[in-house]
């Protein structure tokens, strides 16, 4: 049996390790007394179906995060193979996200992305502090989804999903 010493962790090497790990892109909006926040995240996963949750990881202090625990609630929009300069867009800090991009109005008044492949609203069910960053539980109250490709990231860089045409295993259902 080989032995590992644990060795201090390199930030720069922890991004790139966990950057291994394709994902989809999405944007986070909400709104908060008139002002509209967003942000690009790749950190977002279904948590329960039943009650119906989710789960998003935000930088600590980040506007965005800041609003969506003061309005208590916000929009998931995935964001589809076409919508990559809207990622870029939304993942500048300090720029109006919110200009030339086309929106649609959400339920609970959160602004969402028109053309995203899903949108989700949620209600904040829970924030919980991990790091320099804060992991929200958000209570899903409303869903839509259309046809379309993703939006994948995978180490640093966008890519595309190619399907396989392999239906999925049964336990995905």
Known sequence: MTTYEAAPLDSGALRRTMGRFATGVAVITAE????????????????????PMLLVSFTRGSRTADAVSRAARFGVNVLSARQEAISNHFARRGEDHFAEVPLDQGPLGVPLISNAIAQIVCTVGREI???????VLGNIVHIRHRDGL???????????????????EFWYF
């Not at 908060?32 to 009650?51: D, I, K, W």
């Not at 993703?150 to 999925?168: I, M």
């Open 32 to 51: 908060h007394h008139g002002q509209r926040h967003g942000m690009t995240v790749n950190s977002l996963t279904s948590v329960s179906l039943a009650p």
């Open 129 to 135: 502090g991990a790091g320099d960053h804060v992991i």
């Open 150 to 168: 993703p939006l994948c990231f995978f180490s640093g860089t966008y890519g595309d999903f190619h399907d396989r045409g392999n239906p999925a």
